[in-house]
């Protein structure tokens, strides 16, 4: 079985922090949008705005994703370890020649 | 009978509707953004990489991060490349505006002149049309340049407005911009590799600036804003930029989450940066009283979690790096991060002064709040010796303000600013620190509502410039301006608790300047200690001649003297004050 150290729930974290970040970043490029420029240059900002607010937006949801991927290997290696220790303490009981 | 010809009237103008001020914003957005998804790519580099877990999984972990990284690292780049082309579409746009100004005046004038010529000849005899004939022709020739003029401008719309198009268009598609940026390396990070060493000069750190190219420089400013904008040696309008992109990244995460998600310091810092912001515009919101134009502001510090969460901001009214006069307010009591708009108002209402007395020169004042001021007030809090009366904040905070006085000196290329340190309250034994301590690099000292100027400090002389040029202003009425040493009197004596004498006691040989208010008094005396900074009051007219070099126009008071007998006299207390006009607005 493989150890899964405290490092990958540091991690996880810091992939959420990642995906606040960037959630931020979408929502900047949106509010950028396309006023102030001429009719002939707007169309393309707007364009331009919409496509990458989704860019920010799918690289947060990856991030978001990552971080997931590590609690689920937590989670996977705690519930492995719990189900080792209960097997654990019961081969305890056959360990010493009762008779 | 002779016929004159006269030209046809000019084309007219095609209309522009256009914000630049609103496509610069949008620009700065961009470059946040690019900013965030910049440090992914960092993070993917660097963070994430999970050193202590070997196994399939983190096999697998490690194998699928790598695209994410460089699919971050390759939109950085191409987002920061639109948000620059955005940069130069909107002072294109600006141009282009004015020139569009120009022209609508310039076909006025002919429509004008070409009625008046028409006017003319229809009153004219036969003896006139040769005369009316060769006016016809020179106005004919200015039509026609006129006409050629309009055309280069509408094609200059036009180009422009395609280029701008474009550089939208090129990167529309991930597809686009992995083509175009997929594995490239970010221009910044051979910039950063030969960064001077923390602790560096401001000079070593100039030049090191000035070795970059431009596009290192407009990349170190996205892609790691926080290494260059408190940095002294780097100059204000790139400090300014990059302290931009840090503020208004900071108000997107932030701001962005509910409050209930956020730390205790996030909540601070996150009131600081909504200070900051408040500051910007506050100043931005003001008009420059010789063009009409906005005042410039410039954002030189920006450090929301300095100081256990005080923070530290400082924003200029003006442009920092070109001004031919540079003023630094250095604020006292009760300052911390969150005071920005408070004192943005003050250095905006001092450049406004600055600018109504002489628009002949140019002018930067910026508020200063780069220290660990005392926290409290003594007329909400009582006094409280611990933080207001001790010195050892206002030493560092003088330290502080040197280093940012030499990064100012350094970071300005040409004629060297004429520049003032302008303490108020404890500021102002700040101020004497840094002049005292750290030989400020100014060339005017000026202390207003001064408790003192630090105990080591007995004499105007002894603060590193002439003597000449230390000015102190004080209302007689003012209590913190009272708490100076007198005569043979020194707090000192108890417990050590003073901040040094007296600055516009005669002794101490400053040159005092008038600063009454003409509503001095009333109940609260503490009042009396934050007019210094009003328009039409005796000290900022005084305070504004000293910061633009006007000195023989500086109004000078009798000093406080301390007789043997009974205590200290202030004879300004007897004088009527006076209300010069500072501003016209």
């Known amino acids: 079985m493989e150890v899964v150290p405290v490092s990958v729930g540091v991690a996880s974290r810091a992939w959420d922090e990642q995906h606040l970040d960037l959630a931020a970043a979408s929502r900047q490029i949106d509010r950028a949008g396309s006023d102030g420029f001429t009719a002939a240059v707007s169309g393309t900002a707007a364009r331009f705005s919409g496509a990458w607010t989704r860019f920010a937006g799918d690289l947060g949801t990856d991030c978001e994703s990552r971080a997931d991927g590590l609690r689920a290997a937590i989670t996977e290696y705690v519930a492995t370890d719990d189900l080792s220790f209960h097997e654990l303490l019961a081969l305890g009981a056959y360990l010493t020649e009762t008779r | 009978m002779t016929t004159v010809t006269v030209p046809a009237e000019p084309r007219t103008v095609p209309a522009l509707v256009v914000d630049p001020e609103a496509i610069r914003g949008c620009g700065a957005d961009l470059r946040a953004a690019s900013a965030q998804i910049d440090d992914l790519g960092t993070f993917v580099a660097g963070g994430a990489r999970i050193g202590d877990w070997t196994g399939l999984g983190a ?3 490690h194998d699928a991060i790598g695209p994410t990284g460089r699919r971050a690292d390759a939109m950085s780049l191409a987002l920061r490349a639109v948000a620059r082309r955005v940069d130069a579409h909107a002072d294109e746009m600006a141009r282009l505006r004015t020139g569009r100004d120009d022209l609508v005046d310039a076909r006025t004038d002919l429509i004008r002149a070409i009625a008046t010529l028409r006017a003319e000849i229809a009153a004219a ?17 200015r039509v026609t340049a006129f006409e050629q003029d309009l055309t280069t401008w509408v094609d200059a719309v036009g180009a422009e407005e395609t280029a701008m198009a474009e550089a939208f268009d090129r990167v529309l598609t991930l597809e686009q911009v992995e083509r175009a940026y997929g594995g490239v390396a ?7 590799a030969t960064k001077p060493p923390a602790g560096a000069t401001p000079e070593a750190v100039n030049d090191w600036w000035d070795g970059l190219t431009r596009e290192q420089q407009l990349a170190v400013v996205v892609a790691a804003p926080g290494a260059i904008g408190n940095l002294p040696g780097i100059p204000a309008r790139d400090r300014h930029a990059a302290n931009t992109v840090a503020l208004d990244r900071d108000l997107a995460d932030w701001g962005s989450l509910h409050p209930d998600l956020l730390t205790d310091d996030e909540r601070r810092w996150l009131d600081n940066a909504r200070a900051a912001d408040e500051a910007r515009r506050e100043i931005a919101s003001r008009a420059d009283p010789a063009t009409g134009e906005p005042i410039t502001a410039q954002v030189y510090l920006y450090d929301p979690a300095a100081f256990d969460g005080d923070g530290r901001i400082a924003v200029s009214a003006g442009d920092l790096g070109t001004a031919d006069n540079v003023a630094v307010v250095v604020p006292g009591l009760g300052t911390d991060a969150t005071s920005a708009p408070y004192h943005a108002d003050r250095a905006a209402t001092l450049y406004e002064a600055a600018r109504t007395l002489d628009h002949h020169q140019t002018n930067a004042t910026l508020f200063w709040i780069g220290y660990d001021a005392p926290d409290n007030l003594p007329w909400e809090d009582g006094w409280d010796a611990a933080g207001v009366v001790r010195e050892d904040l206002a ?3 003088g330290a502080r303000l040197a280093d940012t006085v030499d990064g100012l000196r350094a970071s300005r290329d040409g004629e060297p600013a004429h520049l003032t340190a302008i303490g108020h309250s404890y500021g102002s034994t700040t101020v004497g620190h840094g002049a005292h301590d750290e030989g400020l690099a100014v060339d005017d000292i000026v202390v207003v509502g001064s408790p003192g100027l630090g105990g080591d400090t007995e004499h105007a002389s002894e603060l590193g410039i002439d003597p000449g040029h230390v000015w102190a202003g004080a209302n007689s ?46 109940p609260n005396p503490f009042l009396d200690h934050s007019k210094y900074f009003d328009h039409d009051t005796e000290s900022l007219a005084n305070i504004t001649r000293i910061v633009n070099g006007d000195y023989d126009a500086v109004r000078h008071a009798d000093h406080v003297y301390d007789p043997w007998l009974g205590g200290p006299e202030d004879p300004e207390a007897q004088r009527r004050p006076t209300a010069p006009n500072t501003f016209d607005g």
């Open chain 2, 59 to 61: 096999t697998s972990y």
């Open chain 2, 125 to 141: 005899t036969e003896a006139d049309a040769v005369r009316l004939q060769l006016e016809s022709d020179g106005l004919a020739r």
């Open chain 2, 186 to 192: 970010d221009p910044a990070d051979g910039a950063l």
């Open chain 2, 395 to 397: 030493e560092a905070g």
């Open chain 2, 477 to 522: 009425n003012d209590p913190v301006a009272d708490l100076g040493n007198h005569g043979a009197f020194h707090l000192e004596v108890l417990g050590g608790l003073g901040l040094g004498d007296d600055p516009v006691e005669d002794d101490f040989g400053a040159h005092r300047f008038q600063a009454e208010s003409t509503s001095r008094g009333g």
